[in-house]
């Protein structure tokens, strides 16, 4: 059986470092490498980030939507540019921001089941229509060790008007992250008072083999950090860096150091390409200014 998505990211970590790097090939930015903004273009620029960089960061993060513009063929480019990065070694997270209800929310999460056309090790997903919704995906998850990251407490301007919106005494993001705390928590299942992080502080929040394989997404460049993640037991996806303002300074001040913190960058280093070199080494750039 396949080990739980969070024990496999841990191993990841210890070995490449915690560095995400999302594959956004946006049309700026294959007319900026000399690509076609076409299917054959989509395949050819997933290859090179893919060929580049599997081998040395942790995780890679496709942006679904990009891959559906183009239709069957651009769908076929991101299936064999996932199953090209797991081959070598890197965990694959599908940045498709799913969020439904029942049988609907579960063909979502048939991306985590090995053998399907798109497996990938992770998905993000949204809690809009309530936190209980994303049951179906936690429950495959939980079958195929596979992970979800849950929009929480975005960083786009006007997030706030809705994560901040209160749920009796806690906002609508803390609710999310007290959720998936839950996720993370042996024996709590939906329904149950949301656990208390004061209750579970035994819970990791560190990299190691109790990383759990649920975790939220909390943006980069917040002036604060206004969601208490204490005994979260999983990992923090942190997007934002580089282009959109986040610097490592940030990632420091919002969430101190050593914990399982996700640092994503996209655009900073696919700007590089499309020279394998040139994108290893602005990778390489990220990961020395995280580590330092």
């Not at 997933?46 to 496709?62: E, Q």
């Not at 559906?68 to 651009?74: A, L, N, Q, V």
């Not at 993640?229 to 923090?236: D, E, K, R, S």
Request: hydrophobic content about 45%; overall charge negative; some cysteine.
């Amino acid at each position: 059986m396949t080990a739980p998505f969070g024990q496999r990211l841990a191993d990841a970590v210890a070995a490449r470092g915690p560095l995400c790097v999302g594959i956004d090939p946006h049309p700026p930015l294959l007319e900026r490498w000399g690509l076609p903004d076409d299917a054959g273009g989509l395949r050819r620029f997933t290859d090179t980030v893919v060929d580049a960089l599997a081998g040395t960061v942790a995780l890679l993060k496709p942006q679904s939507a990009f891959y559906e513009r183009h239709g069957s063929r651009g769908l076929a480019a991101l299936e064999d540019g996932a199953a090209r990065a797991r081959a070598a070694g890197a965990l694959v997270l599908l940045d498709a921001k799913r969020g439904d209800i029942g049988s609907t929310m579960d063909a979502y999460a048939d991306v985590l089941r090995p053998g399907h056309p798109l497996a990938v090790d992770a998905l993000t997903v949204s809690p809009y229509l309530g936190p209980g919704s994303l049951q179906p995906a936690v429950d495959t998850a939980r079958a195929h060790g596979g992970g979800l990251f849950v929009l929480a407490r975005t960083s786009n301007p006007d997030a706030g008007t809705l994560q901040h919106a209160l749920v009796g005494e806690r906002s609508v993001a803390q609710v999310v992250v007290d959720t998936v705390r839950g996720w993370n928590t042996l024996g709590w299942v939906v329904g149950d008072p949301l656990p208390d992080p004061g209750a579970v502080r035994d819970l990791a929040s560190r990299w190691g083999p109790g990383t759990g394989s649920f975790g939220v997404v909390v943006g980069a460049t917040l002036r604060d950090l206004d969601v208490d993640l204490t005994g979260l037991g999983g990992p923090v996806l942190a997007p934002g860096l580089g282009a959109q303002g986040g610097s490592a300074a940030d990632l420091r001040r919002l969430f101190g150091q050593g914990g399982a913190v996700v640092p994503t960058v996209s655009r900073d280093v696919l700007a590089a390409g499309p020279d394998p070199a040139a994108l290893r080494a602005a990778a390489a750039r990220w990961a020395e200014q995280l580590a330092a």
